[in-house]
Protein backbone atom coordinates (compact mmCIF):
# COMPACT_ATOMS: atom_id res chain seq x y z
CA UNK A 1 0.00 0.00 0.00
CA UNK A 2 2.76 2.31 0.95
CA UNK A 3 4.60 1.65 -2.54
CA UNK A 4 1.57 2.48 -4.54
CA UNK A 5 0.88 6.03 -2.43
CA UNK A 6 4.76 6.51 -3.30
CA UNK A 7 3.88 5.91 -6.68
CA UNK A 8 1.32 7.68 -6.88
CA UNK A 9 2.62 10.90 -5.35
CA UNK A 10 6.33 10.62 -7.84
CA UNK A 11 3.69 10.54 -10.19
CA UNK A 12 1.36 13.56 -9.22
CA UNK A 13 4.44 15.24 -8.69
CA UNK A 14 6.21 14.47 -12.16
CA UNK A 15 2.70 15.76 -13.72
CA UNK A 16 2.50 18.81 -12.29
CA UNK A 17 5.96 19.71 -13.24
CA UNK A 18 5.55 18.61 -16.76
CA UNK A 19 2.50 20.87 -16.70
CA UNK A 20 4.01 23.76 -15.10
CA UNK A 21 7.29 23.76 -17.71
CA UNK A 22 5.00 23.79 -20.48
CA UNK A 23 2.88 26.34 -19.28
CA UNK A 24 6.00 28.31 -18.94
CA UNK A 25 7.33 27.32 -22.31
CA UNK A 26 4.10 27.89 -24.32
CA UNK A 27 3.37 31.49 -22.54
CA UNK A 28 6.65 33.02 -22.45
CA UNK A 29 6.22 35.37 -24.72
CA UNK A 30 2.23 36.03 -23.48
CA UNK A 31 3.32 36.87 -19.81
CA UNK A 32 4.69 39.49 -17.92
CA UNK A 33 8.72 39.20 -16.45
CA UNK A 34 7.16 39.26 -13.09
CA UNK A 35 4.69 36.42 -14.14
CA UNK A 36 7.05 34.37 -15.59
CA UNK A 37 10.17 34.76 -12.81
CA UNK A 38 6.68 33.06 -10.45
CA UNK A 39 6.21 30.17 -13.09
CA UNK A 40 9.88 29.40 -13.29
CA UNK A 41 10.64 29.50 -9.18
CA UNK A 42 7.69 27.12 -8.97
CA UNK A 43 8.83 25.16 -11.53
CA UNK A 44 12.35 25.06 -10.38
CA UNK A 45 10.94 24.49 -6.48
CA UNK A 46 8.95 21.55 -8.49
CA UNK A 47 12.21 19.72 -10.25
CA UNK A 48 14.14 20.15 -6.67
CA UNK A 49 11.50 18.20 -4.84
CA UNK A 50 11.14 15.86 -7.68
CA UNK A 51 14.45 14.98 -7.47
CA UNK A 52 14.96 14.48 -4.15
CA UNK A 53 11.49 12.26 -3.72
CA UNK A 54 12.94 9.94 -6.93
CA UNK A 55 16.69 10.18 -4.93
CA UNK A 56 15.06 8.73 -1.80
CA UNK A 57 13.12 6.54 -3.65
CA UNK A 58 15.82 4.85 -6.11
CA UNK A 59 17.78 4.37 -2.32
CA UNK A 60 14.82 2.46 -0.83
CA UNK A 61 14.51 0.02 -3.94
CA UNK A 62 18.02 -0.46 -4.02
CA UNK A 63 17.85 -0.84 -0.70
CA UNK A 64 15.14 -3.46 -0.86
CA UNK A 65 16.72 -5.29 -3.75
CA UNK A 66 20.10 -5.99 -1.49
CA UNK A 67 17.60 -7.03 1.12
CA UNK A 68 15.77 -9.78 -1.01
CA UNK A 69 19.14 -11.31 -2.57
CA UNK A 70 20.67 -11.32 0.93
CA UNK A 71 17.28 -13.65 1.66
CA UNK A 72 17.46 -15.55 -1.94
CA UNK A 73 21.42 -16.27 -0.74
CA UNK A 74 20.75 -17.36 2.82
CA UNK A 75 18.10 -19.40 1.54
CA UNK A 76 19.93 -20.98 -1.09
CA UNK A 77 22.97 -22.00 1.71
CA UNK A 78 20.35 -23.37 4.18
CA UNK A 79 18.80 -25.54 1.28
CA UNK A 80 21.24 -26.14 -1.64
CA UNK A 81 19.32 -29.03 -3.06
CA UNK A 82 15.88 -26.70 -3.30
CA UNK A 83 18.30 -23.95 -4.88
CA UNK A 84 19.38 -26.16 -7.76
CA UNK A 85 16.01 -28.05 -8.23
CA UNK A 86 14.64 -24.13 -8.53
CA UNK A 87 17.56 -23.24 -10.93
CA UNK A 88 17.01 -26.83 -12.91
CA UNK A 89 13.18 -26.06 -13.48
CA UNK A 90 13.95 -22.61 -14.37
CA UNK A 91 16.35 -23.28 -16.66
CA UNK A 92 13.87 -26.08 -18.32
CA UNK A 93 11.35 -23.41 -18.43
CA UNK A 94 13.97 -21.05 -20.30
CA UNK A 95 14.58 -23.64 -22.69
CA UNK A 96 11.29 -24.73 -23.69
CA UNK A 97 10.45 -21.18 -24.61
CA UNK A 98 13.59 -20.83 -26.61
CA UNK A 99 13.20 -24.05 -28.41
CA UNK A 100 9.56 -22.73 -29.84
CA UNK A 101 11.43 -19.63 -31.44
Known amino acids: MA ?24 SSTDKSKAELDKLRSKAE ?9 LG ?9 SKE ?16 VGIGAAIGVVIGVLLARR
Do not use: Q
Not at 4 to 25: G, H, I, W, Y
Not at 45 to 53: A, H, N, Q
Not at 68 to 83: C, E, L, N, Q
Open 3 to 26: KNTTSDDLRTELKSLADTLEEVLS
Open 68 to 83: IASRADDYVHDKPWTG
Open 45 to 53: GLLKDSRER
Open 56 to 64: ETGEKIAHH
